[in-house]
């Protein structure tokens, strides 16, 4: 007697096609449950397709993991700085930014990053995509400050507290990291936007000599 319970084969895509729709499948499968999540197994059961199929496509998962890490939060760094207003003030230019990041909407990116920097520390691939990842959110911030500065003639040339654009970037995204990792865990202040201003008063305000120097501010950073 035939056995008709046996699963269907997937449906035969081309090469492009499909390994298209395993990245797709591990996107989605690491934005809902973090990168721990990815396992050939764990893909191969989101797509539809066999392990061997996946395995065929990405052999190297340490690799692949590094891929879709960079495929979310590359994601994420266009969209956001897209949304720069060049007619709109720094300040609010950046309380916006600061803002849209630290909406609850994005704890699934979030999640990402967090669990980036500690599976980083273990697989290389991974590390050197986080490091690259982090250095273009900073040079991306750092270049907007600095044209915002160029153009301002309320906050070029201020001698009593000039604006040092590299520092203010390395504070502001410490911020961010510290306040989406906490909040992970449901630990944060009541009103993060109210923190968020202050910050960001603290770091538009002091003088260049104040601020804390890159090295200094070295760690985790979005």
Do not use: C, K
Request: aromatic fraction near 4%; avoid cysteine; glycine fraction near 4%.
């Amino acid at each position: 007697m035939e056995n008709t319970s046996r699963a269907a084969a997937p449906r035969r895509l081309p090469p492009e096609e499909r390994e298209r729709s395993i990245l797709r499948g591990a996107v989605t499968l690491a934005t809902e449950s973090g990168l721990e999540a990815l396992t050939v197994r764990a893909i191969a059961a989101r797509v539809g397709v066999t392990p061997a199929l996946v395995a065929h496509y990405r052999p190297v998962m340490e690799s692949f993991v590094a891929e879709v890490f960079t495929t979310i939060v590359a994601a994420e760094r266009d969209e956001v700085i897209a949304s720069y207003d060049p007619g709109v003030d720094l300040r609010t230019n950046l309380l916006r930014l600061i803002e849209t990041l630290l909406d609850d909407s994005r704890d699934d990116v979030a999640m990402v990053w967090v669990q980036s920097w500690a599976l980083g520390a273990r697989n290389e691939a991974l590390g050197a995509r986080v490091r690259a990842e982090m250095d273009l959110w900073h040079s991306a911030l750092e270049d907007l400050i600095a044209r915002a500065i160029a153009e301002d003639p309320a906050l070029h040339g201020r001698p009593e507290a000039p604006i040092d654009p590299a520092s203010s970037a390395w504070m502001l995204l410490a911020m961010v990291d510290g306040m989406s990792a906490h909040s992970l865990v449901h630990w944060a202040p009541r009103d993060r936007a109210d923190l968020a201003r202050r910050t960001l008063s603290a770091v538009l305000d002091v003088p260049v000599e104040a601020a804390p120097t890159p090295t200094q501010l070295a760690g985790t950073h979005r």
